[in-house]
């Protein structure tokens, strides 16, 4: 039943990229089991779909659980568990045919899922396949273990992963994300430090996430924000630090479009979602070109042939930027030859507007002027009298935290997310006072940083926000890197 997988060279001989092997440090997996044994002390067999080396097992064995494992390698020396050398996620296509289609026999899944940083050749070689078989979509390993876990899963069934948290609030993963609200209960959710497996060449973001099948078993959740590193997790977890929410606290909204997972957020700043419209509402925020082959169609330098500015990811640039490259002048007609090469919004996008960032930590918004062209990264076009103020609202560290705190967790900023910043009320004379800010640091006047202390007054105070949810904020923009 097991398919090969092409292995490449790594310290034992295994390409962990390919395979997505990270090992789980051990106070992690003995507090994953802990959590799952006081949950249900009197459950017998237990079942670990990628085990690994048995990193997660020790601690089921000793409390005298019968373990079952799968892993599509054989990394020998099975101590702990029944090993079975077979691919988990053909082994769930298998039971799709079966009735019932649970495992009846296991009270407890523990894993620690592949986690691939690209999307592995198995899964593009099988799309048509893996697409049929998981209704959450086969974008990659990790969600299809977790979908495929909580299927399998009978009737009060305990799920307990340590997995990539990108699930939590990429628009791609809603479907996963309803799968989880609509058939379990969720007991803890606790983000990891982002340091947890860079000893291991691995700077993935993850959580431990305890779940039962079924939704009767919901009671208060236990949560833990994202800890600075792992010395203070090791504290939290030996020490039981959490804090305890409500289902309806977790979720963003109940609605598919902003079913995203929130953790530990304030109440005023989930309002801010709630009373407020979008921004896509109001405006057009849109993606235009994408070329298919950037070292074709751009030039770092204006030149003959590229003179049309591009403006393709500010990153942490913010209110004014030189653009990233310039486009070929017939961007147009070549994209009506060219299948790759794609132009959207083809009536608008040389206005003025607004260019977002799309990749890296900082969320900047800055100007693009008429006859400049942008890329995939989020643009709106707010119409002339509104770009300004807008800017400013965009750089403020309110909305940087509800980008990055909120709505995306994970690195890739699209236009769907943009499109959902909530637009607080500001009066004429608000944003008077913050169009004059982002005009004075495009002409050279102000400096970003001086500007963005500007507007957070401006900004906290159209809010109402609290003053602890403000603190908050300005804390987490600071750290960026660690509270992402
Ligand atoms: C992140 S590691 C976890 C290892 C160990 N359980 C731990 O927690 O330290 C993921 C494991 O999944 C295995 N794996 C990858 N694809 C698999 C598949 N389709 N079926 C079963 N195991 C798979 C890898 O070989 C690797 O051992």
Redesign the pocket.
């Known amino acids: 039943m097991a398919r090969k997988?092409k292995t490449l060279i790594g310290e034992d001989g295994i390409d962990r990229r390919e395979?997505?092997?990270?090992?789980?440090p051990d106070f992690v997996?003995q507090y994953i089991t802990e959590e799952m044994l006081a949950l249900n002390p009197n459950g017998n067999r237990v079942l670990?779909?990628?085990?690994?080396?048995?990193?997660?097992l020790p601690y089921f064995y000793n409390a005298g659980k019968e373990i079952d494992s799968?892993?599509?390698?054989d990394?020998g020396n099975h101590i702990y568990s029944q090993f079975q050398c077979?691919?988990?996620?053909?082994f769930y296509i298998s039971r799709l045919q079966c009735l019932p289609m649970e495992c009846q026999e296991y009270e407890y899944m523990i894993?620690?899922?592949?986690?691939n940083c690209h999307e592995v050749a198995y899964i593009k070689d099988n799309k048509k396949r893996l697409t049929a078989a998981f209704s959450v979509g086969a974008y990659n390993?990790y969600s299809m273990f977790l979908s495929a876990m909580i299927s399998l899963a009978k009737d009060g069934c305990l799920i307990g992963v340590?997995i990539s948290d990108s699930f939590l609030t990429a628009t791609l993963h809603a479907k996963l994300r309803e799968q989880i609200f609509s058939q379990c209960s969720i007991h803890e959710l606790l983000l990891c430090p982002n340091n947890l497996f860079w000893t291991q060449g691995a700077d993935v973001r993850t959580c431990i996430m305890i779940l039962q099948k079924g939704r009767q078993y919901q009671g208060n959740i236990k949560i833990v924000n994202r800890p600075n590193n792992i010395e203070e997790f090791r504290e939290i977890l030996a020490n039981r630090r959490f804090k305890n929410i409500t289902l309806e606290e977790i979720r963003l909204g109940k609605d598919k479009a902003v079913n995203q997972f929130i953790i530990d957020i304030e109440p005023d700043i989930i309002t801010l979602f709630k009373n407020n419209i979008f921004l896509g509402d109001t405006y057009k925020c849109v993606t235009c070109i994408s070329t298919g082959n950037d070292e074709k169609y751009l030039s770092k330098e204006k030149k003959d042939g590229y003179s049309v500015p591009f403006y393709k990811n500010p990153a942490k640039r913010k209110f004014k930027t030189e653009p990233d490259a310039y486009i070929i002048d017939n961007y147009m007609s070549e994209s009506l030859k060219v299948k790759d090469f794609m132009v959207r919004n083809k009536g608008f996008l040389r206005d003025e507007g607004i260019a977002c960032s799309s990749m890296g930590l900082p969320f900047s918004a800055a100007y693009k002027p008429l006859d400049a062209v942008s890329g995939v990264n989020a643009t709106i076009f707010p119409g002339k009298d509104n770009i300004f103020w807008l800017i400013s609202y965009l750089n403020s560290s309110l909305v940087t935290y509800l980008v990055r705190g909120v709505l995306i967790r994970s690195n890739m900023i699209t236009s769907g997310y943009v499109s959902r910043i909530p637009m607080i009320k500001f009066s004429e004379n608000e944003k008077k006072q913050l169009d004059e800010v982002a005009k004075d640091v495009i002409s050279g006047m102000l400096s970003a940083t001086r500007a963005i202390e500007i507007i957070d007054i401006i900004v906290f105070n159209a809010s109402k926000i609290s003053s602890t949810s403000r603190r908050k904020i300005l804390k987490f923009v600071e750290n960026l890197g660690k509270t992402v």
């Open positions: 997988i395979v997505g092997y990270y090992s789980t997996a670990d779909p990628a085990t690994g080396k048995e990193e997660l799968f892993d599509i390698i990394y077979a691919d988990f996620i053909e894993a620690n899922p592949p986690y390993m340590i």
